[in-house]
């Protein structure tokens, strides 16, 4: 009786938004996902435990540098930040595409994204041009929707605002750094939130004053299992089209960078970018902390 063994695919695990191992957001990439049925995408990114898992493919055209498809442990995503980031990183270091005039372009469920690959070594960073994102509604703080989310939190000038891009997100400024750092978040509240709104939860951020970020952000996600982001490029990015469409992007600069996980042990640093078409760029440094086979 013969035993039919899988074919061993390249793989990588990664840590997003930053260039020390353990302080970002880790990621999954399967290399070589041709022949995986759906099924087995999800089965290996529940198997892996990660935030999300990408899933590599050749490109269907001249137009795009590769296909994906990312998971996570529960579904399939159509959209993340530090997945798309991650995964043209691994992409670069396998081999597997060359930019075009300093672009890569990824296709996916979101459609056919551009990234920015500047620098290279130690000072390779990526940028993703982030889906528009589109406002829902603003409220007050004393919506009764939030019940007690924002509870002892000490509230920013601007009104709390869904905002889709591609998953919806309530923005919550906090009036200063430190009462958003030392913020316990309400679990049941959050996730009473996002039930009703169909929402990822809560991103709340504060101005800083550090010469290394601009905004200090927390993102806490209420959507099935609660649970703080570590570092969120497509929540750092629909912060950033909000605060553009109010004018109140920080110090009035294009260009800033965003602290995100200290508080939950990690230290990212996110940059974000808005062109003058008001697109967002969304990126960062990465590291690589696995590199080896898969065999499923």
Request: proline residues 7%; contains cysteine; glycine residues 8%.
């Amino acid at each position: 009786m013969s035993t039919h063994r899988p074919r061993p695919r390249p793989f990588m695990q990664l840590d997003v938004f930053t260039r020390r191992p353990g302080m970002g957001n880790p990621l999954a990439v399967v290399l070589d996902a041709e022949g995986l049925s759906e099924q087995d995408m999800q089965a290996i990114a529940r198997w892996t435990r990660l935030p999300e898992t990408t899933f590599v493919l050749p490109p269907s055209d001249t137009h795009s540098s590769y296909r994906l498809r990312m998971f996570s442990p529960r579904r399939e995503v159509p959209f993340a930040g530090h997945p798309s980031v991650g995964t043209a990183y691994a992409v670069l270091l396998a081999g597997l595409a060359t930019p075009r005039d300093g672009l890569l372009v990824q296709h996916g469920i979101a459609g056919k994204l551009p990234l920015k690959v500047q620098g290279e070594g130690e000072t390779l960073s990526i940028a993703i041009r982030a889906p528009r994102a589109h406002l829902l509604e603003t409220t007050t703080a004393n919506d009764s929707r939030f019940g007690c989310a924002l509870a002892d939190l000490p509230l920013g000038s601007l009104p709390p605002a869904l905002m889709d891009g591609g998953r919806r997100w309530w923005l919550v400024e906090v009036a200063d750094e430190a009462s958003l750092r030392a913020a316990a978040p309400n679990w049941d509240a959050i996730a009473a939130l996002a039930q009703t709104t169909e929402s990822m939860g809560i991103c709340a951020y504060a101005r800083s004053s550090n010469t290394d970020y601009a905004l200090a952000v927390r993102a806490w996600v209420g959507s099935g299992t609660p649970f703080e982001d570590a570092a969120s490029g497509a929540a750092n990015a629909t912060l950033a089209a909000w605060l553009n469409l109010r004018d109140a992007l920080p110090d009035g600069q294009r260009d800033y960078r965003v602290s995100q996980g200290r508080e939950i042990g990690y230290d990212a640093l996110l940059a974000l970018s808005v062109d003058e078409a008001g697109d967002v760029w969304s990126g960062g440094q990465v590291c690589r902390v696995i590199d080896g086979q898969i065999s499923w």
